[in-house]
């Protein structure tokens, strides 16, 4: 069985793998972005509620992250949108005590985006 680091390092690869892969119909992010703008400058304390709150602003389970056909928004395709979660999500120091803890929602919320990719390709 995987390591919780592992398997969000897992996630985090099956994420860039299949933003790779996103249709030219997913829009093409600019630098004012949600995606940039969070992840530059939201910083909460520990690495768990930084994450919490970029993840909790973009991609919650609620009418306000997603479109008229259940999409979220905040996929973005580019260095400035997806580009710039994945650097972030590399950067992440996924074996400190308060993402270990977290592991269970960092999960969730990580297969959720994943969910999204899936359907988007």
């Known amino acids: 069985m995987p390591t919780k ?3 969000v390092a897992k996630c985090v690869a099956s994420i860039e793998a299949l933003t790779a892969a996103l249709p030219s119909t997913v829009p093409e992010a600019t ?22 709150r970029i993840f909790d602003i973009l991609f919650k389970e ?24 994945i650097s972030y999500l590399k ?3 996924w074996a400190e005590k308060s993402m270990v803890e977290a592991y269970d929602l960092v999960k ?12 988007l390709r």
Do not use: W
């Open 91 to 93: 950067n992440v120091p």
């Open 5 to 7: 680091v592992t398997d």
């Open 31 to 52: 630098q004012g972005c949600n995606i940039h703008r969070l992840v530059t400058s939201v910083c909460e304390g520990d690495p768990y509620q930084t994450f919490n």
């Open 62 to 85: 609620d009418a306000q992250c997603r479109d008229k056909d259940g999409r979220l928004v905040n996929i973005q395709r580019g260095r400035y949108g997806m580009g710039k979660l």
């Open 108 to 119: 969730l919320r990580l297969d959720r985006v994943i969910k999204e990719l899936e359907t």
